[in-house]
C-alpha cells in the first residue's frame, strides 16, 4: 500500500537533522547520529571500534559502497558526507554531475589531460601515453560537484506550498534510501570491527641518505 502524501510529509519533518557545513551556516538536512554510543556495539567491541577511527579501510569501504551508491541511484542531485568534530554524522547534501572538457587520457596512469593529439604523457615518471577520447568517452565522462552549504528540506514541509505532492514523494523516496544507505554503512564498520582488530606492527622503511662514495677510476 502507497504511503500517504500526509504521511510522507511527517516522516520527512520527523527525520533527524544536522548541520551540511557549520553551524554558523545556517543549512541544514536530513542526516542520522553514528557516534559509536549510537551503534549498539557489544561491550568487547568498543576498545576495538574506537582504534578503527584512526583506520583509513572501514570508511573507504563505506564511501566507495552505500555512499555511492546512493548517489549514483539519484544522479548524484543528492550525497552522502560525513560532518561533525569527530565526523560522527552522515548528512545528505546537495550535488550533481557535468559533462567533463577533458579531451585525452593517460593509458598508464589514467590521467586526463585537455591534449588533442597522442602524445607522451606529462605526468613526472609515467612512461604512458596521452590518447585522444573518442566522442562516446568524452559524452559519458562527468565531473562531480557537492553544494553542501544548500539545505534540504528545511522547515515544516506540510506547510509549504512549493512543495508539490510529486516533489514530496520524491525527497520521501531519496531520505528513505538515505536511511537504507546509513545501515549499510553502520553495517560496514561493525563488521570491520567483528573481524579485524588494530595493532601496531614493527615496520623497517628503508631511507635514501647521501654519502661520500670514492670515485672508480
Known sequence: MKTSYKKMREYLNSHFRYNTMNSWNNSTSFAA?????RLGLPKELEDTAYDMLDMRQPFTAIEYGPFREFAQK?????????????GGYIVMIRGGKKQSDKTAQCDCCGKY??????IPCTTKGCDGTLVPLTEEERKNLFNIFTQPGKG???????DKEEYSNSDIEDLYNAVKDFDKAVEEAKE???K???EYEVKE?????????KRLVKKVA
Do not use: A
Open 192 to 194: 570491520y570491527c567483528t
Open 152 to 158: 534540504i528540506g528545511e522547515g515544516d514541509l506540510m
Open 33 to 37: 547520529n553514528v557516534k559509536l554510543h
Open 74 to 86: 539519484h544522479g548524484y542531485c543528492y550525497q552522502m558526507e560525513w560532518n561533525g568534530r569527530s
Open 113 to 118: 589531460t585537455w591534449h588533442k593529439e597522442e
Open 188 to 190: 560496514i564498520f561493525i
Open 201 to 209: 606492527v614493527e615496520e623497517d622503511v628503508p631511507t635514501l641518505v
